[in-house]
């Protein structure tokens, strides 16, 4: 029953359910979330400000990589222009440069880690 945690940028995102998928680091301790497990989805976890935005079911798990030329690799294989569009959406983002922005901040480039989604 993996918890995982949302920057409030994405709260309303993930409750009017614009946002149906997540990219994280793998775990190290390799209990990455699995199809079929429940996600409980929060905000603010380890604070006083912690907030509940829901649970949904996980359909899917795939390996990414995000690369800083625009590439993405999903299951190993390159992702269409058609698919990374598509992801930036249900990644709860507005424009491709907002993605890779967010994750040259938060992760540096190339980023490795699991794609999972609702």
């Not at 994280?24 to 912690?50: E, I, V």
């Not at 795939?62 to 625009?70: M, T």
């Not at 390159?78 to 930036?88: G, H, K, Q, T, V």
């Amino acid at each position: 029953m993996p918890a995982l945690n949302f920057k409030k940028v994405f709260k309303n995102k993930i409750v009017t359910g614009a946002k149906r998928s997540t990219i994280r680091a793998f775990r190290k301790d390799g209990r990455d979330p699995c199809p079929g497990q429940t996600l409980f989805l929060y905000t603010g976890m380890r604070t006083k400000s912690c907030e509940k935005l829901g649970q949904e079911i996980c359909r899917r798990t795939r390996p990414i990589r995000i690369q800083a030329d625009g590439v993405i690799q999903a299951g190993g294989k390159p992702m269409s222009a058609r698919e990374r569009l598509a992801l930036f959406r249900v990644d709860g983002f507005d424009s491709p440069a907002d993605f890779f922005d967010f994750f040259e901040t938060t992760h540096g480039l190339p980023f490795e880690g699991v794609l999972i989604e609702w």
